[in-house]
C-alpha cells in the first residue's frame, strides 16, 4: 500500500490519461481520479446492471465525467454537475472526444438543477470529515460534520419521483453510522445492493430509500 500510495500522488500531481475499456478520458491535476480510487468503476459496474437506455440519468460529482460518459454510450439522457469548475471543463471535453452528449454543469449539489426529476442518480461522494479549502478538496471532504451529507439528504428528495432509482457508493473508511443517522433525520434509509473488496479495502453500493413516500 505504501508504494502504491507514493504512485497515486506521481499520478494526480498532473494530467493523465485513463482508459476504461472503449472509454478514454483525460484527468487534471486536482480532479478526482476514476482508475486510482475504485469507487468510479464500482458504481459503474453496478450501474451498467440497470437499463439505461431512455432514463434520464444524473451524476453527483462527476470528476472527469467517466460515469455520465459510459452511461450516456448506454443510452441514458445524462447530466453530470461538480462544484469544481476544472471538473465541469474537463467533463465537456471527455464528453466531446467520446461523441456522447452529456449536460455538464456546475452546481454546488442541486443548487441549479430546480425542480428537475431523474429516474437515475449516482453519487461518489466525499466522506473524510474535514472542511475543503477549495473546490478540488470538495471531492475528499465532507465537512467537520458532514456537511455535505445534511445538504444532500435534505434536497435529494425533490429530484426524485416514485420509480427513481438513487445509488451512491462508499468505501469502508466512511463514518457510516454518522452518514446512516443524518439520512434517518430526513426519512431516508439504505439498502445495500453490493459490496466488493477491491485491493484489500472493502467498497459498498446502498440504494436510497425514501420512507416518506412509502407511507
Known sequence: MF????????????????NYKHTTVKVPKGV?????????????????????????FLELGCGSGLISIVASKNGAIATAIDVND?????????????????????????????????DLIAINPPYYKKNPVDHSGAAWYAGENLEYFQKLFLQIEEHTHEN??????VSEDVTWNEIANIGAQRNIAFSLVREKVICFEKNFIYQLIFTRKLR
Not at 452529456?102 to 454546488?108: G, M, N
Not at 427513481?164 to 457508493?169: A, G, Y
Open 86 to 118: 476544472e471538473a465541469v471543463r474537463i467533463t465537456k471535453a471527455n464528453s466531446k472526444s467520446n461523441r456522447v452528449d452529456v449536460e455538464v454543469l456546475q452546481s454546488d449539489l442541486f443548487s441549479n438543477l430546480t425542480k428537475r426529476q431523474f
Open 3 to 18: 508504494f502504491y500510495r507514493i504512485y497515486t500522488l506521481s499520478v494526480i500531481s498532473k494530467e493523465s490519461i485513463y
Open 32 to 56: 478526482f481520479h476514476p482508475g486510482l480510487f475504485f469507487s468510479t468503476t464500482f458504481l459503474i459496474e453496478e450501474l451498467e446492471r440497470n437499463p439505461l437506455k431512455g432514463k434520464s
Open 164 to 169: 427513481s432509482t438513487v445509488l451512491m457508493v
